[in-house]
């Protein structure tokens, strides 16, 4: 849901010249700076390599629910699919910039009750410490879809369709806390454009820029 709106921003902004999508479905989208590489393996990029070469940014939108997974699980698919790819476009493209969409409440310390947080902060940790010009870790909040953008896990649709109409409500009594898929899509190329004070960026963070 993430990549599809940091895509559509993408699409829209005249100032990105070229866009490189790694999956494996399509996306459905069709444009002249659009370019899609399908990948199945997501612990090893090696097959699709030399593709990834002469970008400034990526912006790193995967994620899976911890629900009913065990940390070892969780951790594979969080961090071991993350530092896979991350590691890979360092070596290509050592002046990239990379934007890793993390999540509200992850855990810096690595030693929280929550598996989930420890899990994310521990990627986050590795993240920021690999040789990229520079990374920043995005942790919104609740996202609010726009633009017909959906899910494709059913649950995640169904907790929408009953909490999406609330949206104006979230947004006037926590602000802090909520955001879009197109502000989150735009705060993310503003910030592979020009920086951001802190390498951590919270959902208020990001509403802001």
Known sequence: MVGQGVLRECLLDDEVEGILTVGRSATGQQHAKLQEVMHQDFWDFSAIEDKLSGYDACFFCLGVSSTGMSEQKYERMTYGITMAAAQTLVKRNPDMTFIYVSGAGTDSSERGRSMWARVKGRT??????????????????????????????????????????????????????????????????????????????????INNI
Not at 128 to 149: T, V
Not at 154 to 176: D, E, H, Q, R, S
């Open 124 to 205: 986050e940790n590795a993240l920021l410490k690999l040789p990229f010009k520079a990374a920043y870790m995005f942790r919104p909040g609740y996202i609010q879809p726009l633009h017909g953008i959906k899910s494709k896990n059913k649950m995640i649709n169904a907790f929408y369709a009953v909490l999406g109409p609330m949206y104006p409500v979230w947004k006037a009594i926590l602000p802090k806390y909520v955001t879009t898929t197109e502000q989150l899509g735009r705060a993310m190329i503003k910030v592979a454009r020009q920086g951001a004070a802190k390498h951590v960026l919270e959902n208020e963070d």
